[in-house]
């Protein structure tokens, strides 16, 4: 197919934007505004503005069409199927948007005294009581505010208690190879030093392994359950055990929750400590980066560690705890963020809690389970599943099937984007080769499964074919085609300066 060059640029009514500053027009303005009245120069202390403010002079249906048309270059999961294995792009019902937009938690204030939020502490109570009674666990910290921050969280907890009972010296950390990369940063940001353990040639934690490494300075263990290779890891018990006689602890990686919701109780497990992310197993936006909630369930053991605030039933109603001695036998680390928590991710989260129940949340995670071992049976004829057997809330192949293709996993990815599909995860976890991580979710009818299923298909067919140029030049339907990513990381363009034309 050649390339299609337009006069205009655009492709289609896909409309080539300029960046704001370029369509500005000296003077142009989307309202009329009476002419300020003079400016006591004296009162701003000689720091009157001397330059323009620099401003792009525009009318307002420029200003409307320019971020109109930004906002339909977003590929989101209301756009389309969203299969990122490990991030759970999963839909966000209207409903817990609805009630997330409510002016009485809209028009809330961090700052305002607690007897004006009694319904706000009710809120952040709830869904601590739901996310307690889900895991089996008996305490949580609310307030970390995504994944990797709530794996901190528990770190320093556990750090705090280690110290608390003169095992300060403890500060090695067990973390499997096929790991999200927070897990080992989180770690070392903690002060702890990571330790590695192998995985087996199924998929799972080397217990052996991992057996052999434990010693009186080792924190804790961290294993995420269901694993990223989308198993259940299942000499689960055998590894809490071994840890707990180590003394060491155990915390969960809580990521992959939306696996077993409903159906494991965290804490039958001997975790002692998981974050969960709202926004992977309670629905909730996190396109882009944001946002996110991390709330992380504690033991006994280490309910004491947890950091402030947090809020308590009292005679009175609810009670926000923002110092340690509000509290009989808290002994917080610290704190891990400014206020209380993500509350608009709270709000998503207890009405999709609320709204679906125990057992639809069982059924939710039933489906996930269900949909991604379709995706599994539907092409592990054609791609080259890593592990046997069926798989959890996803499934994993790797590039053997590309092998002397000349196509990488990377170029099968950048095809899916031409046929409108978010590509799958790529190249991780990194225990396997070339890796394609697909995570359908629960919310993906059997139409928009077998749509893909059969696009994967004749991508693979048309990789085996000696296509592989085709796949080199991919994507070629969207505006920008492969991107110098790395270029953009390093030296990232981040302001725009006139006549510069976007560049410096
Ligand atoms: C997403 C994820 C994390 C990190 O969570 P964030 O909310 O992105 O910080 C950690 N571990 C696993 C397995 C994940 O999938």
């Given at each position: 197919m050649p390339d299609i060059q337009t006069v205009s640029g655009n492709r289609g009514l896909a409309i080539e934007e300029k960046l704001i500053f370029e369509q500005s027009s000296p003077g142009r303005i989307g309202v009329d505004l009476p002419e300020p009245p003079p400016v006591d120069l004296d009162r701003l202390g000689g720091l009157a503005r001397k330059s323009p403010i620099g401003l792009p002079d525009l009318s307002e249906p420029q200003m409307v069409r320019h971020y109109t048309r930004l906002s339909q270059k977003n590929y989101g999961i209301d756009t389309g199927f969203y299969p990122l294995g490990s991030c759970t792009m999963k839909h966000n019902p209207r409903l817990s948007e609805k009630v997330a937009r409510l002016p009485g938690l809209t028009d809330l204030h961090p700052f305002q005294p607690q007897s004006t939020v009694q319904g706000a502490l009710e809120v952040i109570d709830t869904l601590a009581f739901w996310l307690k009674g889900l895991t089996g666990m008996p305490a949580i910290a609310m307030s970390p505010a995504a994944g990797a921050h709530g794996e901190w969280c528990g770190l320093m907890a556990i750090r705090a208690c280690h110290e608390d009972r003169g095992q300060g010296h403890r500060r090695r950390v067990l973390v499997p190879e096929s790991a999200h990369g927070t897990n080992p940063a989180s770690a070392a940001m903690c002060g702890f030093t990571v330790d590695p353990v192998p995985a087996t040639a199924d998929g799972r934690v080397d217990v052996a392994a991992l057996k052999a490494k434990l010693g009186d300075d080792v924190a804790c263990i961290m294993v995420t359950n269901p694993n990223t290779c989308g198993l259940f890891e299942t000499d689960i018990l055998e590894i809490a055990g071994a840890t707990h006689a180590a003394g060491a602890f155990f915390y969960c990686?809580?990521?992959?929750?939306n696996a077993i919701v409903g159906r494991v109780k965290i804490a039958d497990l001997g975790v002692d400590c998981m974050h969960i992310n709202l926004h992977k197993t309670f629905s909730t936006p996190h396109g882009g980066g944001g946002p996110g909630a991390g709330p992380t369930v504690l033991s006994a053991e280490l309910a004491p560690y947890a950091p402030l605030p947090f809020v308590v039933h009292d005679g009175d109603g609810l009670r926000l705890v923002e110092h340690a001695e509000q509290q009989a036998g808290a002994k917080p680390f610290?704190?891990?963020?400014?206020?209380?928590?993500q509350f608009g991710v709270f709000i998503r989260a207890l009405a999709y809690i609320l709204s679906m129940g125990a057992d639809g949340m069982r059924q939710a995670s039933t489906d996930a389970v269900l949909n991604a071992n379709y995706l599994l049976a539907g092409l592990k004829d054609v791609l080259t599943a890593s592990f046997d057997g069926p798989c959890m809330h996803e499934c994993l192949f790797d590039d053997r099937f590309l092998k002397d293709t000349g196509v990488t996993t990377l170029d099968f990815a950048k095809m899916l984007i031409d046929e409108g599909f978010h590509p799958m995860t790529m190249y991780?976890?990194?225990?396997?080769?070339g890796a394609l991580l697909m995570e359908p979710t629960e919310t993906e009818s059997r139409e928009t499964l077998d749509g893909f299923i059969a696009v994967v298909r004749a991508l693979a067919a048309k990789a085996k074919a000696g296509a592989a140029d085709e796949f080199k030049a991919a994507p070629r339907l969207t505006p920008r085609r492969r991107l110098d990513e790395t270029l953009a990381a390093r030296t990232p363009v981040l302001r725009w300066k006139a006549g510069s034309n976007g560049a410096g």
């Open positions: 990686d809580g990521a992959n929750y610290g704190r891990v963020k400014g206020y209380h928590g991780f976890p990194l225990v396997v080769h």
